[in-house]
């Protein structure tokens, strides 16, 4: 997960069967937080909502069908009422057994009254835990990415359902030995190393980590819906992400206060089990037996020729500046990815050191920070929709305006100096969860119904990569300027979304050479 499960964008899986004609348009999600998991597969789903060639939904369908976007809010909100917790978890640690602090001393990080020598604690102890999360990090991009180029092959092959049992399996251990090792933290007032974190990410990352469950839902609803209850199945998937997101960061830090971490993780635990209860007994299989795939191209070219097959795909020549723009915007899209993943690898760590917030504190952020974009944005959406009728580059307007909204919320966050300026930085990215389904909604408009999927699997193989790259920027920038101005790193995040600006300028000027054609891909 980038910091979040539905944070790092997945792969698309084979929600349409073959023969299949191009009947779609586009994908629209609305939020930042949550991108990733949903927008890489909704192209592909939406390109057949209306198509001929959908076999018709049956009319009696189980009530079981619309157990999974409940199941999907669990597992969302289990990940995020213990993410924050999991940060603080690993800085606490590191203190207590990495440099052999008193337990009494460690306690006080985090805490609204910081003394001159916790602060020097906090300044020693961050960047040996921000290596710990590197780790954590870099276990959790490389095999889920890996197993992410098949995910759309298996989901074929097995069934949704296996995919999806696999993803909440790997949550739940993820969260029991999370809390197990919390409690022996405990039990030895803190003298318990924060690199067994690392072990709970393993588990999870060989059962596939988000790409398998957004890969399994996405196809899930492919099957058991059509035409315009597709859609609303899909904007119900969204919802469930954003509400899931939302109720864990809200109610994390009041638990964590009231208990423990253990507690905490524990909690997260005992949802996810229960939510992978009740799909093993009442969520059926979507895919019939007589309707899967005996094998694959993916299976049988094996992993070479997969990745042959998508690059050939990508840079294969296109009328008119296609190519050109296409590749641009899978660019503006991984630079978005590279920055939000660098940027929330450290920023709790940023808030505790020039602000001193405790994990409430943050929390509470948090909960803002997902709801304001979300709702704002989507509201603001209906009104900027209305440029329609004034101009033909609708669509290029409102990625602009989101990216600007990206850049000065990242100037913000770099030059507060009190609390309630991150929270102004807030309201200055009001709109900066549009740019993921605009770019998206072009690179869907300009390619044909059968290479949508190789360049949306292309784009979530290196989405899912890029944490490597940029966790280990954002960390080596934070540690290295934790003395002077620990929020320098929001300086290099505005300054890839001004390259972002440039870049879509580039396609703004293709496009308008030959404006008769590209009016119906922007507008």
């Known amino acids: 997960m980038n910091e979040e499960p539905h944070a790092h964008e997945k792969l698309v899986a084979k929600a349409r069967r073959p023969g ?22 909704a192209p592909a789903i939406k390109a057949n909502i209306e198509s001929s060639g959908d076999p ?114 790997g949550y739940g251990i993820q969260y029991l030995i999370s809390a197990v090792i919390a409690y022996m933290a405990i039990q030895y007032h803190g003298l318990v190393s924060p690199w067994w974190y690392v072990l709970s990410i393993v588990p999870l990352s060989f059962l596939g980590s988000s790409v398998t469950y957004s890969v399994a839902a996405v196809c899930f609803i492919g099957d058991v819906s059509e035409g315009r209850v597709r859609s609303y199945r899909m904007i119900a998937y969204e919802l469930a992400i954003y509400v899931g997101l939302l109720l864990g960061s809200f109610s994390s830090g ?10 905490v993780f524990s909690i997260s635990a005992a949802s996810i089990f229960v939510a992978l209860f009740l799909m093993i007994a009442l969520l059926p299989e979507s895919l019939p037996t007589e309707n899967r795939t005996s094998t694959t191209s993916s299976t049988q070219g094996g992993l070479v020729s997969l990745l042959k097959d998508l ?69 603001g959406v ?73 360049i949306f699997a292309l784009l979530g193989v290196l989405q899912t990569l890029s944490p490597l790259i ?22 290099v995040s505005a300054s890839l979304f001004g390259l972002e600006i440039i870049l879509l300028c580039i396609v703004w000027h293709k496009k308008s050479k030959n404006q008769v054609y590209y009016e119906p891909v922007f507008k």
């Not at 009530?63 to 990940?79: D, V």
């Open 56 to 169: 018709p939904t049956p009319i009696s369908q189980p009530l079981g069908i619309y157990l999974l976007e409940p199941l999907i809010l669990i597992l969302l909100f289990a990940y995020n009422f213990s993410s924050t917790v999991l940060k603080n978890e690993i800085i606490y640690q590191s203190c207590t057994a990495g440099f052999r602090y008193p337990d009494s001393v460690c306690l006080l990080l985090g805490t609204k009254n910081p003394t001159n020598e916790t602060k020097k604690i906090e300044e020693q102890v961050q960047p040996y835990a921000a290596r710990v999360t590197l780790v954590m990090r870099m276990v959790e991009c490389i095999i889920p990415a890996f197993c992410g180029l098949f995910a759309g092959a298996w989901a074929d092959l097995y069934g949704r359902k296996p995919l999806l049992m696999c993803s909440f399996l």
């Open 254 to 263: 009041y638990v964590y206060e009231a208990t423990n971490a253990y507690m």
């Open 470 to 491: 940029s966790s280990s920027l954002y960390y080596g920038i934070y540690t290295r300027t934790l003395d002077s101005d620990p929020g320098i790193f929001n300086i």
């Open 311 to 379: 690059w050939s795909t990508c840079q294969k020549p296109r009328e008119h500046n296609n190519r050109s723009i296409v590749l641009i915007i899978m660019v503006v899209l991984l630079l978005t990815a590279f920055v939000s993943d660098g940027s929330n690898s450290v920023f709790y760590m940023f808030m505790r050191a020039k602000f001193h917030w405790s994990v409430k504190q943050f929390t509470e952020y948090e909960s803002v920070s997902i709801l304001v974009p979300a709702v704002a944005g989507s509201g």
């Open 20 to 41: 299949l004609q191009d009947s779609g348009s586009g994908s629209t999600n609305s939020l930042d937080t949550v991108e990733g998991s949903l927008a890489s597969f």
């Open 382 to 454: 209906i009104f900027i929709w209305s440029l329609r009728k004034c101009t033909k580059s609708t669509i290029l307007w409102l990625a602009l305006l989101s990216i600007l909204s990206h850049a000065t919320s990242s100037l913000m966050k770099a030059f507060a100096l009190v609390s309630w300026q991150i929270y102004v930085a807030i309201g200055l990215g009001l709109f900066k969860s549009l740019v993921n389904p605009m770019c998206r909604t072009m690179i869907t408009n300009l390619l044909p119904a059968d290479e949508r999927g190789k």
